[in-house]
C-alpha cells in the first residue's frame, strides 16, 4: 500500500451507529388535549389530500377520527365542504348518536351511518376512511376483490371484503352495521356499485390504505384491460402481506404525503 493509499484509507468516514438515525415513529401524547389535538391535525391533513388527489364527489366522502377521551364520539369533516379547505378548527366531533357535540357544521348522515357502526365493532380503529374515488367505484362495479398482482397490493391479500350489495345512499344504521359486519376484522371493505372503506389504528394508516387500495384498483383495471396479469403466489403473497400489511407500514408510508400537504398548505392546522 502507498503512502498516499494508506492516507485515504487513515481518513475513511466512520459510519454514524443507526440509533443516532432519524427514523420517525407514531409519537406519544402525555395527555388527551394532546392527542386530541394531533388526530385532529392528522385528520385535516389527510383530508386536505384526499381533496389534492381528486377524491371528492360532491358532498360525498368522509373520514372520521376516534376522539380519545370520549371514545363513542369521533371527529368528521363538515357536511358541504371541500376537502381541498379543511382546516381543523373546521372539523365537527359527533356523538353515537348522530349529534353534533362540538363545531358549527352539519354532519353528512351517510358519515355517521356507516362509520359510527364501524367505531362500535371495530374499538381498535382509530380511523376511517371512505370517499368516492374514481377507480374504487370502478373496481366496485364489477363486484371484484382485488388480486395479488403486485407486490403492494399484497398488503390487502385476504385482508379485505366485498360488501356484496347495494340498496342506495347509506343513510340507516342497519345498513351500517351490515358494511360493519361484512368488514369483520379487515383493514379495508368494496362496496359494491359504492366505492372503498378503510381503517386503521391511526389517521394515517387509515388514510395510507385508501390511497394505495384507489391506485391499487387502478393498477387491476389497467392490467387486465391490456392482457392477462400474472398473479403472485399464494404462499408469496401472504408472506408480503405479513411484509407490508400492517399499521405500523401504512404509517411509515404515509408520513412523506403528510409532510408534502402540511409544507405546502400549513393553513390547514389552523
Known amino acids: 500500500m502507498t503512502e498516499a493509499s494508506a492516507s485515504a484509507s487513515a481518513r475513511a468516514p466512520e459510519p454514524i451507529p443507526t440509533d443516532q438515525l432519524h427514523f420517525a415513529m407514531p409519537p406519544q401524547h402525555a395527555s388527551v388535549e394532546d392527542e386530541r389535538r394531533y388526530r385532529k391535525e392528522r385528520l385535516a ?81 382509530v380511523a376511517a376512511a371512505h370517499s368516492h374515488s374514481t377507480y374504487g367505484r370502478a373496481l366496485s362495479s364489477l363486484g371484484e376483490l382485488l388480486e395479488p398482482i403486485t407486490q403492494d397490493v399484497c398488503a390487502f391479500y385476504q385482508d379485505h371484503a366485498l360488501f356484496d350489495d347495494y340498496t342506495g345512499v347509506v343513510l340507516d344504521e342497519e345498513e351500517g352495521r351490515r358494511i360493519a359486519a361484512t368488514l369483520g376484522s379487515h383493514k379495508a371493505v368494496i362496496l359494491r356499485n359504492h366505492g372503498l372503506l378503510t381503517v386503521g389504528d391511526s389517521v394515517d394508516a387509515a388514510a395510507w390504505w385508501f390511497i394505495t387500495m384507489e391506485r391499487s384498483c387502478q393498477v387491476q383495471l389497467a392490467a387486465k384491460a391490456a392482457g392477462k396479469p400474472v398473479p403472485i403466489d399464494p404462499e408469496n403473497a401472504a408472506r408480503t402481506h405479513e411484509q407490508l400489511g400492517n399499521d405500523l407500514v401504512a404509517w411509515i408510508n404515509y408520513q412523506p404525503l403528510h409532510q408534502q400537504i402540511v409544507r405546502s398548505e400549513p393553513e390547514l392546522l389552523g
Open 45 to 125: 391533513a389527510a383530508l386536505r389530500l384526499f381533496g389534492r388527489f381528486g377524491f371528492e364527489e360532491g358532498v360525498a366522502g368522509h373520514i372520521t377520527a376516534r376522539d380519545p377521551e370520549f371514545t363513542d364520539c369521533f371527529w368528521v369533516n363538515p357536511f358541504g365542504m371541500s376537502f381541498k379547505h379543511v382546516t381543523v378548527s373546521d372539523l365537527i366531533m359527533v356523538n353515537h348518536r348522530g349529534q353534533v357535540v362540538e363545531g358549527r357544521y352539519h354532519v353528512n348522515q351517510a358519515a355517521f351511518a356507516i362509520h359510527s357502526q364501524i367505531h362500535r365493532a371495530r374499538p381498535d380503529v
